[in-house]
């Protein structure tokens, strides 16, 4: 699962959950791999992020690296902003572990980079 992917999950549709963001992650394992970088993309999707799950899930699992806490405001036209963003979005990925509902702490598997987000019947 990559932290664009995470970033946009929530357990909303849990019974009794009412916003069920941002889910905690549990990694197990990581990989990190090559992604070809396309500065127009990671400017176009930074707006649609929210900045504070997105650093706050790379440090929990270790790859915040020089990633600034606080968004800068020039990122469009900062090509080393933008590439830490892309390693981050993109490249690092979550293969194994877990995601927890921030209100209920009930666990969403994720088995080969795949969160699963099925709930049972009495969940809905």
């Not at 405001?73 to 921030?102: Q, R, S, Y």
């Amino acid at each position: 699962m990559k932290l664009l992917t995470h970033n946009m999950l929530t357990s909303r549709a849990m019974k009794g959950v009412t916003e069920g963001y941002p889910l905690k992650i549990v990694a197990r394992d990581i990989r990190v791999s090559e992604v070809d970088f396309n500065p127009e993309y990671i400017a176009r999707i930074i707006p649609k992020l929210d900045w504070t799950v997105l650093w706050k899930a790379a440090e929990s699992i270790g790859h915040v690296g020089e990633l600034p806490q606080i968004l800068i405001e020039d990122f469009e036209t900062n090509e080393d902003f933008l590439k830490k963003v892309h390693h981050i979005l993109l490249e690092v990925e979550v293969i194994n572990g877990d995601l927890l509902c921030p209100e209920s702490g009930r666990k969403f598997p994720i088995n080969d980079g795949i969160p699963n987000m099925l709930l049972n019947e009495d969940e809905i």
